[in-house]
């Protein structure tokens, strides 16, 4: 069943002098409730505004957003409200932008004391207090770290907070952006293994944002592959690893050590500026199998294996 659906989403953003950046290029996506999918892509390709627009957390310019069968696309910041409760972002260091000076249980418990429960009261200070100790154990602090200000913590931990404080309203969807690439390697793993446990412990939902194809392999059962805004193959993680179709993925595959047994050459160039992208196929400047059609006719996504789709004319 799905639970969070893209349909053609699209995202500009004006960038002065009547210029127009295409962040996220006609989109569509669904993430099936209980899932984990993970959405690659090189720096800038548009996974952020993706994760946002998706969640709301800013206005779409084109296309629809449905979550749990509702069309959210342009419902008002107000009406959206109730819905917040049910969908969460985890980000790469949000206890970084939060206020230092404050306690970690103060920090958990914001999210507790700003939404009121379904029937419109208020939580009681017992209640909250309860709930926060809950949700320490879940993400494997201590109780008594509570009264600690979150400067004290290492990134690490300070992540766990942001999982907490995510994870305090009961979301049936996390989104997390890059919840582990600001973390030294020691602790990802760590960080890695706490989201996959809650993920099955809570049955969450999950479309997890990454540019190491590593950490997707692991957490992933899907996986999207985005390029200059447009997702350019979805699959089976394994499937997509083991054969990719798109010849981006295989050159990202390429690119890692252990990725792949493949021949694909490496990326060649510069991802083109989403200010004047490629006409036809927008990987068409860096494609090693481009033909003139490639330059012409933009690819749309297409099925072409069960549950794989690929944006390509001659895909591998
Ligand atoms: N508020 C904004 N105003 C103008 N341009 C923006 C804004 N936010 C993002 N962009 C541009 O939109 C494009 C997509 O950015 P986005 O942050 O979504 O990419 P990303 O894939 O998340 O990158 P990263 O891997 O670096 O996090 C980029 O070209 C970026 O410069
Ligand atoms: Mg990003």
Do not use: W
């Not at 760590?190 to 997707?216: C, K, P, S, Y």
């Not at 295989?250 to 021949?263: E, F, N, Q, W, Y």
């Amino acid at each position: 069943m799905i639970l969070l659906e893209a349909v053609a989403l699209s995202k500009t953003y004006a960038v002065g002098r009547g210029r127009v950046l295409h962040a996220v290029d006609e989109v569509s996506l669904r993430v099936n409730r209980g899932e984990t999918v993970g959405l690659v892509g090189e720096s800038g390709c548009g996974k952020s505004t993706l994760g946002r627009c998706l969640l709301r957390l800013q206005p779409v310019t084109d296309g629809a957003v449905r979550f749990a069968g509702q069309d959210i696309t342009s419902t008002s910041m107000r009406a959206l409200r109730p819905l917040r409760t049910r969908m969460q972002m985890v980000f790469q260091d949000p206890v970084a932008s939060l206020n230092p000076r404050r306690r970690v249980g103060d920090l958990i418990a914001e999210p507790l004391r700003v939404h009121r429960l379904p029937d419109g009261r208020r939580r009681s200070t017992e209640a909250v207090a309860a709930r926060v100790s809950e949700l320490l154990d879940l993400v494997g602090l201590r109780r008594d770290q509570m009264q600690r200000y979150s400067h004290e913590f290492s990134g690490g931990q300070r992540q766990r907070i942001g999982i907490a404080r995510a994870l305090a309203l009961g979301p049936e969807l996390v989104v997390a952006d890059e919840p582990v690439s600001a973390l030294d390697v020691s602790v990802q793993a760590q960080v890695v293994n706490l989201l996959m446990d809650l993920q099955e412990r809570l049955g969450l939902t999950m479309l997890f944002i990454a540019h190491d194809l590593a950490v997707v392999r692991q957490v992933a059962t899907r996986v999207a592959v985005m390029y200059l805004g447009s997702i350019v193959e979805t699959g089976p993680t394994e499937e997509v690893f083991a054969r990719p179709a798109h010849h981006y993925t295989a050159a990202l595959l390429a690119a890692v050590p252990g990725g792949r047994d493949s021949m694909a050459p490496p990326l060649r160039g510069e991802v083109p500026s989403p200010l004047d992208p490629p006409a036809g196929c927008k990987f068409h400047t860096r494609c090693p199998r481009a033909e003139a059609r490639c330059s012409a006719e933009r690819p749309v996504l297409r099925v072409v294996a069960a549950g794989r789709e690929v944006a390509c004319h001659f895909p591998i």
